[in-house]
């Protein structure tokens, strides 16, 4: 230790590159470029931390520009640099971006990820039967039966799909969990899973209200122009049983623009009325990081290139998203409208002030018969 050396100094620079490209945590990148100046140098001249992202993340590979933009008050969010050449600001820039990305694509808090469900395939009966059921976690919501339901078909290998929005424009999805619904009302409470699910991620293909604009299709197929799928999963086998499956893909993904899309592929129960094939899902969950507020895409049409937009002022997920461990995100506007009646009642019940003829609906906890619920 008497004579210090720096073994990089005694190594080709491509050799220097190969051996610091072995490291899989980008802290460490950002570790190492804190070694020394000349660490330093080789870790950002060579866009390490870049090519690290883009090792795990491969969508990164499609943008066209990176955008730091800061917090105003007054004037919102407003663009405080731009690089999309390699130039001696951008470099640096690049590196900055890229080491906190990683490490919040790694470190933010993982959680339910979905905001709102968009639009299915098929649905038997609307709108008791629609997607948006999927979104809660319970099978019964006051004394009745929440579920999706797909139109019933004669051939068992007609697919389907259910797209949903996530919270955030760019999400790090780990795992999808589903569901699928026990119909306890029909005779031998047959379960309408699906034989296998798939899963695909992407975006709009063009600047659309996902709400009104989607409203009266009727099927969205993966080849639709409507939406550009960057990622297809493997197909997963599903399980004929009534719990919630967990579907963990091969390794996180980065989802660029919020769409997932689930597809459903063949059916194995056959409804014993009109003996036809149905998929029926109770509840849809996806975990992951969103990584909004800190970041954000703009998607440039027809290239499927995007501007990628860092704000360092924004507060973390983990800080501005925490939610109850039982109460995610997904659920809809009118189930949080329907909790606080069922809440606001509890409490007039505690006080006396029941009007006659009202009751609170225990949900799945009251101990109620087959005859109260209606397929």
């Given at each position: 230790?008497?004579?210090r050396?720096?073994f990089?100094d005694l190594?080709?620079?491509?050799?220097?590159?190969?051996?610091?490209?072995?490291?899989?945590?980008i802290?460490?990148?950002?570790r190492a470029?804190a070694?020394?100046?000349c660490w330093?140098h080789?870790?950002?001249?060579?866009?390490?931390s870049k090519q690290?992202?883009?090792?795990?993340f491969p969508?990164?590979?499609?943008?066209a520009?990176?955008?730091?933009v800061?917090d105003?008050?007054a004037?919102?969010?407003?663009?405080v640099?731009?690089?999309?050449?390699r130039?001696?600001?951008?470099?640096?820039?690049?590196h900055k971006?890229?080491?906190?990305?990683a490490?919040?694509a790694?470190s933010?808090?993982?959680r339910?990820c979905?905001?709102?469900?968009?639009?299915?395939?098929?649905?038997?009966?609307?709108?008791e039967?629609?997607i948006?059921n999927t979104?809660?976690p319970?099978?019964v919501?006051?004394?009745?039966?929440?579920?999706?339901?797909s139109k019933?078909q004669?051939?068992?290998d007609?697919p389907e799909?259910l797209i949903?929005?996530?919270?955030?424009?760019l999400?790090?999805v780990t795992?999808?969990?589903?569901?699928?619904?026990?119909?306890?009302?029909?005779?031998?409470?047959?379960?309408?899973?699906?034989?296998?699910v798939?899963?695909?991620?992407?975006?709009l293909n063009?600047?659309?209200?996902?709400?009104?604009?989607?409203?009266?299709?009727?099927?969205?197929?993966s080849?639709?122009?409507?939406?550009?799928?960057?990622?297809t999963s493997?197909?997963?086998?599903?399980?004929?049983e009534?719990y919630?499956?967990?579907f963990i893909?091969?390794?996180?993904?980065?989802?660029v623009g919020?769409?997932?899309?689930?597809?459903l592929?063949?059916?194995v129960?056959?409804?014993?009325?009109?003996a036809?094939?149905?998929?029926c899902?109770?509840h849809v969950k996806v975990?992951?990081?969103?990584l909004s507020?800190?970041?954000d895409?703009e998607i440039?049409?027809?290239?499927?290139?995007?501007?990628l937009?860092?704000?360092?002022?924004?507060?973390?997920?983990c800080?501005q998203?925490?939610?109850?461990?039982?109460e995610?995100?997904t659920?809809?506007?009118?189930y949080?409208e329907?909790?606080?009646?069922?809440?606001?009642?509890i409490?007039?019940m505690l006080?006396g002030?029941?009007v006659?003829?009202e009751y609170y609906a225990w949900g799945e906890?009251?101990d109620?018969s087959?005859?109260?619920f209606?397929?």
């Open positions: 230790m008497e004579e050396l720096d990089l190594l080709e620079p491509d050799m220097s590159r190969k051996i610091l490209m072995c490291l899989d945590d802290s460490d990148i950002v470029s070694v020394s100046r330093q080789l870790v950002i001249e060579n866009g390490l690290l992202c883009l090792r795990s969508p990164l590979s499609r943008v520009s990176i955008v730091e800061n105003s008050e004037n919102g969010h407003i663009e640099a731009c690089s999309s050449s130039d001696s600001k951008s470099v640096p820039r690049d971006v890229y080491a906190y990305f490490h919040a790694t933010f808090l993982m339910s979905i905001l709102e469900a968009l639009i299915a395939s098929s649905t038997d009966n609307e709108p039967e629609t948006n979104l809660e319970r099978d919501v006051a004394r009745r039966a929440l579920y999706w339901s019933g004669f051939k068992p007609v799909t949903y929005r996530l919270v955030s424009n999400c790090v795992e999808i969990d589903i569901r699928p619904f026990q119909a306890f009302f029909q005779p031998g409470s047959p379960i309408y899973s699906a034989k296998a798939r899963f695909r991620f992407g975006h063009r600047v659309m209200n996902p709400r009104s604009d989607l409203t009266g299709e009727s099927h969205w197929g080849g639709n122009d409507t939406f550009i799928w960057t990622y493997p197909e997963f086998p599903m399980a004929q009534n919630l499956q967990k893909l091969p390794e996180p993904v980065l989802c919020g769409i997932l899309q689930i597809e592929l063949g059916r129960q056959r409804q014993e009325t009109d036809l094939f149905y998929i899902v109770s975990i992951g990081r969103p507020p800190s970041f895409i440039l049409a027809p290239s499927g290139e995007f501007l937009k860092c704000n360092y002022q924004a507060k973390t997920t800080n998203l925490i939610m109850l461990e039982n995610p995100r659920i809809l506007p009118t949080l329907r909790r606080v009646v069922e809440l606001r009642q409490v007039n006080r002030n029941v006659q003829g906890e009251e109620e087959d005859e109260d209606v397929a």
